[in-house]
């Protein structure tokens, strides 16, 4: 059960709770230098440990068994894994995750997966509860 608030917070407080926590998922980098964002998640209160959907996972799959001509196609210059992170002047950090270094558990049915990515820390996620 969700703990009750003493006062409704405004969209911008809840911003600023959540965006510390929450990281941009991307699978390659388009032909523009930018990465390809592919979708959201957040940090999980386990140092390292995202969670995102596994819609989203399931395009890293994708998109990691594609050939250079068929990435080149789709407008990218390579399949790897990187972690956004927003920093306080409102720029993204990106964080490559290099073959070994990052992990993941699915649940194809609740579409949930969750990331380990070795030495990426940022705040976790603060869902406020009460136990009943």
């Given at each position: ?93 990106w964080k490559e995750a290099e073959k070994g270094t990052f992990f993941r558990a699915v ?16 705040p976790p996620l603060d869902i406020i509860h009460e136990d009943k």
């Amino acid at each position: 059960m969700f703990a009750i608030l003493d006062h409704s917070p405004s969209f911008e407080e809840i911003l600023s709770l959540v965006i510390p926590s929450t990281v941009a998922i991307a699978v390659g980098q388009t032909t523009e230098g930018k990465p390809n964002i592919v979708g959201t998640g957040f940090a999980l209160s386990i140092s390292e440990f995202f969670a995102t959907c596994w819609h989203v996972a399931k395009l890293e799959d994708e998109l990691s068994g594609l050939s250079v001509s068929e990435l080149s196609s789709r407008g990218l210059t390579d399949n790897k894994l990187r972690i956004g992170f927003l920093k306080p002047d409102s720029e993204y950090f990106w964080k490559e995750a290099e073959k070994g270094t990052f992990f993941r558990a699915v649940d194809e049915t609740n579409d949930i997966c969750i990331y380990r990515v070795v030495g990426v820390f940022i705040p976790p996620l603060d869902i406020i509860h009460e136990d009943k």
